[in-house]
């Protein structure tokens, strides 16, 4: 390895231990052997810091381990940043995996680029085949913020299944502190590309999990709102044109609250949601790039608060 890797892979760690090695394996397998893997645990109770600790023992040419307080899952991407030294960022969530060639395809297709981006598999296990063959196309900013605020084609807010040039991240750092922190981010680095090479080939196995965060319910699923209010605001000051498109993440961030809360029984927090669903459901409604769950929702939403909530329970 040189000294200087090409890509630094950024693996944020809690208590992962399940999964943890599959995950490293996957990295330590990658047909691109040029990157380092920075771990970092985020004050893990379980077994996760020693399994980081003994790859980073056996393999320190391949390996680093950090361990920092819990602060978050933001603040472990963090400081994966700070002691990066790769020319390129790639970051993975501790229980999931890259296919073997992912890394080295990525790189092969980001060329001028500013960010090489893939699709992924969601699922509960891993996926037999992988794509060999990825079609990529290049995409202005702009039109990679739209579709991903629309939440169409192949882009998506997730920080993996992405190479980064490592220099997009230089004064620009995940907010601690904040869940959705990639939906925040997202807009913002593309806003920072010249350009952008897409596939939708999967790359990427993103393990589904009944006990993670997104899968359950937590008052800190509120952050998703913050979140895409945040971007709402970016993108009035920075793109006007692409509003329509804030709007709708936006919506979707409400409905989806407004479901998770009148499932939990949340009535205050479910209220405050259907209130702005109530103010921008004519304005989704009549913004023909909506994707179709936001019409749905929009439309389900004239029958009142409290019919709503009983068509969340199902």
């Known amino acids: 390895m040189t000294q200087r890797p090409l890509i630094s892979v950024i693996v944020p760690v ?4 399940e999964y943890l090695r599959e995950c490293l394996d996957s990295l330590r397998a990658q047909t691109f052997s040029d990157i380092e893997v920075i771990t970092v645990d985020d004050g893990s109770t379980d077994r996760s810091a020693a399994i980081c600790q003994e790859y980073a023992m056996t393999e320190p040419q391949r390996f680093r381990h950090f361990g920092i307080a819990n602060s978050g899952q933001s603040a472990a991407r963090n400081a994966g940043l700070d002691n990066a030294r790769g020319k390129y960022i790639a970051f993975c969530d501790a229980d999931d995996t890259y296919a073997p060639h992912a890394l080295e395809t990525l790189l092969a297709n980001i060329g001028d680029c500013d960010i090489a981006t893939a699709g992924f598999f969601r699922k509960k296990s891993m996926p037999e085949r992988w794509a060999k063959r990825c079609r990529f196309k290049i995409h202005e900013p702009e039109k990679a913020i739209e579709y991903t605020l629309y939440q169409q084609g192949r882009f998506n807010t ?12 230089d004064g620009l750092h995940f907010t601690e502190g904040l869940c959705y922190e990639d939906l925040e981010i997202t807009p913002r680095l593309y806003a920072r590309c010249k350009k952008i090479a897409a596939t939708k080939e999967r790359l990427y196995f993103y393990r589904k999990n009944a006990a993670s965060f997104i899968s359950t319910w937590h ?3 509120l952050d998703a709102i913050r979140a895409s209010e945040s971007v709402f605001d970016f993108i009035q000051q920075n793109y006007p044109a692409l509003v329509p498109a804030a709007r709708s993440r936006r919506f979707s961030a409400y409905f989806n609250i407004f479901v998770e809360a009148s499932r939990n029984n949340c009535h205050e927090e479910a209220a405050a949601c259907y209130s702005i669903i109530a103010r921008e459901r004519r304005a989704i409604l009549a913004d023909s790039r909506v994707r179709l769950k936001n019409k749905i929702g929009a439309l389900l939403s004239y029958a009142g608060e409290r019919a709503l909530r009983l068509i969340a329970a199902f």
């Open 219 to 221: 008052p800190r699923r």
């Open 14 to 17: 809690y208590n992962g231990e």
């Open 158 to 169: 997730s920080p993996c299944s992405k190479l980064f040039k490592a220099e997009l991240f």
